[in-house]
């Protein structure tokens, strides 16, 4: 019957299923289906077998394939399910031209038949291949990284991995060792850009609160034990606290039963982008106090295609299970129906995915790559400088010079650790370089309430910012000028922590108070605040900010511990398109001078600059050093 | 030394003190320290008491009570802790005097020396009464109810008890009898003035998230078990987790570890306000399924004092852990340096104490009592009808005629359990009568984020609310007229559950969704949504509507369930001087008929009215019943 199927009535997706309203969800049904056809398949009758295989499962695998090949000849998460459905039925069936067709995608396809998917991506490889192994090259870095984010790379993960299985189960094609064993990789990738519960980052289109609980992983964990037998992953197994019932999780089970777990430590780690590894990278630095995990995300990769955001450069952080300055994720509530059918709400068009939504900065109030997809997957930014292997100095730099033609971008984060703090202190140096003048944007998305800052507001009445590129969502709620020290203080309370922002300031800064929500009056957005440094008329500036998580308070006994952050205010002490360097003075006299070598990231060569009559000089391109009072 | 120590610096006090920046501070320390002085008394040198006695206890006792009457001799929980320091050192030093200036008060004192204190409350109790006897006959209501609300009564309660235990170790007269044990039933009453997390509800002036973890209330529960070895406080001393180092809290830990506890079942209570108990109440309704509490309070007590919001016939609600319909509680941060010093914000007063922040009515833009504390502290509202014997239908119903003159205001509020709710329907029906024609606004304080409503919405631009009241705070963001059915929808979500509130809803009113933090440029609001039904010119109106708490969804697995609720429309059928009559009807086609009698609570009196050609009748004040299909 199914060649007679119609179309489901459902006419919204690029590649309309049958069973369902789009070819993915009849894909994940026949992912599924194969599973339980082959445990049945020895049983069945010859005649029931082959009427199923004419009347049901080839004809939907060609369905699958040839009559959807800009679904199935992609590179995207759509695609991989298409080709490990198709290679699955094909295993089972026994059928090598289903299997050649899901590995190595069809042939000789007329490429005009090729068309953009609903979320504005290409469909076809530059290259023109398709099928299970392309995917597997061109979906992840060497590292394991999915260029659409973990939130999309959690959901690919599994017909990845069960098609390998199945696979490396009836073939010699030793898949898990392919590319290097980028599959297992993979999953690695996958855990550690999570946060400190398990959620993942939620760069790109992600709904937040996804986390490494979600089944598909669930699944990926398992198997990758099963093939590694890495006696770490048992931690995460436990902490999912559910295996898969079959030969991986009972695998994973009795290895948990029998102790053999040993901790996974999430590590810093710079995971690069893009197939050759050279599309820039995701950035993550990691810090452990009291087993209580920091964790800051700077983004430096590619675009990720349809799913992407214009959030070049962009960060977020975490300190223990509390998000702080959050990336604000997917303007969507998947699959609920009240909001708009449970799909991308325009909001994510109109504000997610703009660059002012993001912690990075905006120029001249317009996205990166004015806000085009095809325009932004053409570029990267560059890694500058990672290093993580001093605890106390954790250092991730990147350079974008693309995003605004013309202007370079250079971001460069610190995790330090001393003993003056109980938490890391964030240090982040952004410089921005243009031949012309330009008015720079940077916000803090930063979540709780604000409970002080250092310099005089005046009232804005809820204002809206702006007419575009999301800047019609932000309301500008209060305003103020830099304090004659140029160090703007900013301190709120979320969950009974205490975080202080310290910013960098000059005279002519507009200091701004946001919240998101503007034309919106159906409530599509969360209504969260924002800081915002506007810099107007910029060739070569540098914004310097200190953002310390120092204390907590206790509604039950109604005292603060540590109110008051260390740092006192921040100079910077030059600014050249070579150098920046700063201090940040703490209320305890003591100073911390930062340099970077914009130009030059070769740890051998020695730089020089001035600072109180003296000579400093150090190797490589950061200069992160103390001094005492 | 102490006689000649000069006042405190500080002087925002209406009662300075010498040690601290008020004569409460001093007294707290006294309280304490006079215990401590107890256990080394007899190990003294007798000149060494006769020092202590003479330059410091006796010259400190006499500073807290004859030479500040205004903090002596009011009724007052700083009077509470000035008579039980006083008093407590007085049974140390064996001072009969002291003793008996405690339990008395000041005796023939000039009337004018008495002002007001920095709260706007006034200071002599009516019948000039004062000293500790006078404050537990007047603080409590017979019912244990202390009239400044829970928050307060949580830090009153330790002086009343350690006192009451000091009198009782030392003296004829049985303390905790007195009054027919109030305060004993104090206890009790603080224990159920907490929601389902142990928190208080946060009436009045009162910091969110303190609880019976307070150290205060463990002292007051410890010594409450030592009193009337009531196994189920033993319950709520092992969810404190910790007791008092003294007897008290000994023999709590030794009746726990031989596990003589029983559950403590918070019970649906109303506990009356006033010294006579006939000055309102305090209504609170409660409902458990799957051990999970759902509690709804309403306030129909007095105003409170200095410490009172004009919040009368207003509600709060929570289920389970989860706050639905909040009261704002005060606007502080109690301690926090950051909030002007930690005191009371200036928004406690432009805000969070006018009736605009709360569930109840507004009438003509104004709070009630014109938000005069003197003209408040004069009148309680009635209760009408209270009903929690029949778990399915719950009731409580109150009327309030001087808040604002002319005009008769009666809620009755009802927590229906019924198989076709997971979880109780909360069913509210609010009459306002007057003879003149009124704008009459309700608001509903929801938490969460909007999902969705049913009717049209048109962006208001964060327009700002009114002038005066509280009103200036409130922006407009988004403003709809009902839909045809009269039954407006608005449902939300906050941590993954969802809740939908049904309003009967005329054609004329105007359907706002509001933003709490206008003018409030310092964001010493929080930024809280609302959703607030005005209707303009009305002389006999009642507003009707049901709050169902039915769904989850979890961002792991993406799944909603029970994404909608079950009621489909609210119909008015009739609305009188003497009759409500609503009926609620559900999707499934059932509907509720409720009918309210407004002048006639007795409960054995049948009423009728007319519904659908029959004729229904019931006996006593209120009508819950349900018709099939």
Known sequence: MYPKLSL?????????????????????WLVYTSQAYDCIYEWLSREDRAFLNKELFRPMADFLSIENPQFFNRIHNHSTWGNAAVGMIGLVMEDEDLIERALYG????????????NDGGTIYSENQRAGFLAQIDEAFSPDGYYTEGPYYQRYAMYPFLIFAQALSNTSDLKIFEYRDGVLLKAVYALINLTNGSGEFFPINDAQKGMSFHAHSVVAAVDMAYYQSKDPSLLS???????VTLDINGFTVARDIDNNKYEPYIKPSIMLTDGPNGNSGAIGILRSYNNEEETSLLMKYGKHGMGHGHFDKLSFCYYVGREEVIQDYGAARWVNIKQKDGGGYLNENKSWAKQTIAHNTVTIDEKSQFKASVKTADLFSPDSFFFSSDNQKVQVMSAVDE????GTRLHRTMILLNDSVFSKPLLIDLFNVQSDTAHKVDLPFYYLGQLLEVNFQLSDQKSQILGDDYGFQHLRVEAKGKSPENNSAQLSWIKSNKIYTLTSYSDPDDELLLTQIGAHDSLFNLRRDPGFMIRRNNSKNTSFVNTLESHGNYSPVNERPVNAYGKVDNITIIQNTQDYIATTIQLIDNSRWLIAISLKDNNKSITHKIDYRNEKISWQGPVLVKKFSK
């Open 236 to 242: 995460i197994a436990k902490e999912q606290n559910t």
């Open 8 to 28: 489901h009535p459902a006419k919204r997706s690029y590649a309309r299923g049958k069973l369902f309203w789009q070819c993915l969800n009849d894909a994940n």
């Open 106 to 117: 069809l042939k000789n396809l007329k490429s005009n038949k090729i068309s953009e998917d």
């Open 402 to 405: 693309n995003s605004y033609p």
